[in-house]
C-alpha cells in the first residue's frame, strides 16, 4: 500500500499521507473527538463514502499511525492512535487556529482564545489523554470520548 513519493521535500511527504480531502478530517475525529469505530467515523458531519473510509483507515494503519484492534471474534474493530499519530496534535490545532483566524467556522470562540493564550496546555492535556489509548502503554483499557481541550 506504499505509494510512491514524488520527492523526499517534508512537505511533499507529509502530502503524500495526508493531502487529501479526508485524511485529516478521519485523524481529527480520532485525536480530538475520540471516535474510535469505523461507525463513529462514519457519522461525522462530513458525509465521508464507506469505501472511502475504509481505505483511509488501512492507509493511516499501514503509516502507523493508528493500529486496529478487536476484542474478539465477530466484534467489530476500534482504531487507536500510535505515537506517531499523536505527534499530528500540533498539526491538527495550529489548522483549527489558523482557521479560526481567517476564515468563518464551527470552532468555539472559547477554544480558539484558548488556544491563543494557553496553547501548550491545551497541547499538553490532549496528549496526555491520548497517550492513554496507545495500545501497549499503562492505561490503555479505556478510551476518552472527546480530548479535554474541548475542541471544536
Request: glycine content about 10%; overall charge positive.
Amino acid at each position: 500500500m506504499r505509494c510512491a513519493r514524488r520527492s523526499s521535500c517534508p512537505v511533499s511527504v507529509a502530502l503524500d499521507l495526508l493531502g487529501d480531502r479526508w485524511t485529516l478530517l478521519v485523524v481529527r475525529d480520532l485525536l480530538l473527538f475520540g471516535k474510535a469505530s469505523f461507525g463513529e467515523f462514519l457519522a461525522s458531519g462530513e458525509g465521508i463514502a464507506t469505501n472511502i473510509l475504509a481505505e483511509r483507515l488501512k492507509r493511516l494503519e499501514h503509516a502507523g499511525l493508528v493500529v486496529r484492534e478487536t476484542q474478539g471474534r465477530g466484534i467489530r474493530a476500534c482504531y487507536a492512535p500510535t505515537a506517531k499519530g499523536i505527534d499530528l496534535v500540533p498539526t491538527l490545532l495550529e489548522l483549527i487556529s489558523w482557521s479560526g483566524r481567517h476564515e468563518k467556522t464551527a470552532a468555539p470562540q472559547a477554544f480558539l482564545r484558548r488556544l491563543r493564550t494557553e496553547r501548550t496546555a491545551v497541547e499538553r492535556e490532549i496528549r496526555e489523554q491520548l497517550r492513554s489509548r496507545v495500545p501497549g502503554t499503562k492505561g490503555a483499557a479505556g478510551r476518552p470520548r472527546r480530548a479535554t481541550g474541548s475542541a471544536p
